[in-house]
């Protein structure tokens, strides 16, 4: 679990119903704090059971050399929930490449987990 989802799990237990997701992230619709919660691990869960054999769905290299890590998808210049959630939904579904498509839920949840590896300092490896 990342110290972010477990962060973000201790506050839930003391603020659930009453705060939004939306106060801290307006690219995002504004679902609960502990909906949240649940929508990214669900995505990390994803990500290691479907996602995890190609690319590295944490902080590190890709298993498969040709497929970028996660955190270098989130942290391209302009990518937020909608546009990334538009992506994954028709990113997987060439058959030369994978050949498969992820549902629509799944969807939402893999975006809501990939935004927690958004870091404002992050720089290419090339750079």
């Given at each position: 679990?990342?110290?972010?989802?477990?962060?973000?799990?201790?506050?839930?237990?003391?603020?659930?119903?009453?705060?939004?997701?939306?106060?801290?992230?307006?690219?995002?619709?504004?679902?609960t704090?502990?909906?949240?919660v649940?929508?990214?691990?669900?995505?990390?869960?994803?990500a290691?059971?479907?996602?995890?054999?190609?690319?590295?769905?944490?902080?590190?290299?890709?298993?498969?050399?040709?497929?970028?890590?996660?955190?270098?998808?989130?942290?391209?210049?302009g990518?937020?929930?909608?546009?990334?959630?538009?992506?994954?939904?028709?990113?997987?579904?060439?058959?030369?490449?994978?050949?498969?498509?992820?549902?629509?839920?799944?969807?939402?949840?893999?975006?809501?987990?990939?935004?927690?590896?958004?870091?404002?300092?992050?720089?290419?490896?090339?750079?």
């Amino acid at each position: 679990m990342t110290s972010r989802i477990a962060f973000l799990l201790a506050i839930t237990v003391l603020m659930a119903p009453s705060c939004t997701a939306s106060e801290g992230r307006t690219s995002r619709p504004g679902p609960t704090l502990a909906s949240e919660v649940r929508a990214e691990q669900a995505g990390l869960a994803f990500a290691r059971a479907r996602c995890a054999g190609c690319h590295s769905v944490a902080r590190g290299v890709s298993p498969n050399p040709q497929a970028p890590t996660f955190e270098a998808v989130i942290n391209t210049p302009g990518l937020d929930f909608s546009t990334l959630s538009s992506w994954l939904g028709n990113s997987h579904d060439f058959p030369a490449m994978m050949n498969f498509t992820i549902d629509s839920a799944e969807v939402d949840n893999l975006a809501s987990y990939m935004l927690t590896l958004k870091d404002p300092g992050y720089r290419r490896a090339n750079d």
